[in-house]
């Protein structure tokens, strides 16, 4: 089994801080998703980086595909309450199903 | 919109009970799958089904199978359940290489 890691586990920030969230694996993938999780709900798809070195930008979250496609970031600018959620990194390798990471559990203070 | 609908959002069951968790999605998807998820280990794939009638493991699946007579509806069975099943899971569908629609959970308590 591919694994991803997530990093931190845990993180409480204020208000308008930057965080970063890094997603870790010794494995190539073809490409990946970052989804953020809300109580209650189910993950909502955030994006997706297909090629190495790749940068997407959603407002005030930036996501980076690493070079050799084995790792990405997501960083978040001047953080709201709103950005509170777990989130959540996972991969495709080309078979039907995604390898999800441990996930990220983000709380912004107002 | 996509709609991915799970039937219960929570249960609460007794160690050797036959549970079932049905999802019903309703976009026509091809792709079904079902996820555990838990405190820091994310989500876990117990299987998938990618046509009516056809499954395959995922990386989970011991404990559990599943069954796909339609293509809109795909059933997680726990045939005795145990205390070591207690978790949320999540059901998904896609079609093709689109994003995993999700449904809200089932959050399942055995005692």
């Known amino acids: 089994t591919q694994l991803l890691e997530q990093s931190p586990q845990f993180l409480s920030i204020q208000e308008g801080e930057n965080l970063t969230v890094y997603c870790n694996s010794s494995?190539?993938?073809?490409?990946l998703q970052w989804y953020r999780q809300e109580p209650g709900e189910g993950p909502v798809l955030l994006v997706t980086?297909?090629?190495?070195?790749e940068v997407k930008k959603l407002k005030r979250l930036t996501f980076q595909f690493g070079d050799a496609r084995k790792d990405s970031s997501l960083h978040i600018t001047a953080a709201q309450p709103g950005d509170t959620g777990l989130y959540l990194c996972?991969?495709?390798?080309?078979?039907?199903?995604?390898?999800f990471g441990s996930g990220t559990r983000l709380q912004v203070q107002p | 919109d996509v709609k991915v609908t799970q039937s219960s959002r929570y249960l609460v069951k007794r160690t050797g009970e036959k549970v079932f968790l049905e999802c019903v999605q309703d976009?026509?998807?091809?792709?079904m799958f079902w996820y555990r998820q838990d405190p820091g280990l994310g989500l876990r794939l117990i299987y998938f089904?990618?046509?009516?009638?056809?499954?395959e493991k995922g990386d989970i699946p011991e404990g559990y199978s599943v069954s796909r007579e339609k293509k809109e509806r795909f059933s997680l069975i726990l045939e005795s359940a145990s205390t070591n099943q207690t978790s949320m899971y999540l059901c998904?569908?896609?079609?093709?290489?689109?994003?995993?629609?999700f449904g809200n959970g089932t959050r399942l308590t055995v005692t």
């Open positions: 996972a991969g495709g390798t080309g078979r039907r199903a995604l390898t």
């Open positions: 089904s990618y046509d009516v009638k056809m499954k």
């Open positions: 998904a569908s896609t079609k093709g290489t689109s994003p995993l629609h």
């Open positions: 980086v297909v090629t190495g070195g």
């Open positions: 976009m026509d998807h091809e792709n």
């Open positions: 494995s190539v993938f073809s490409s």
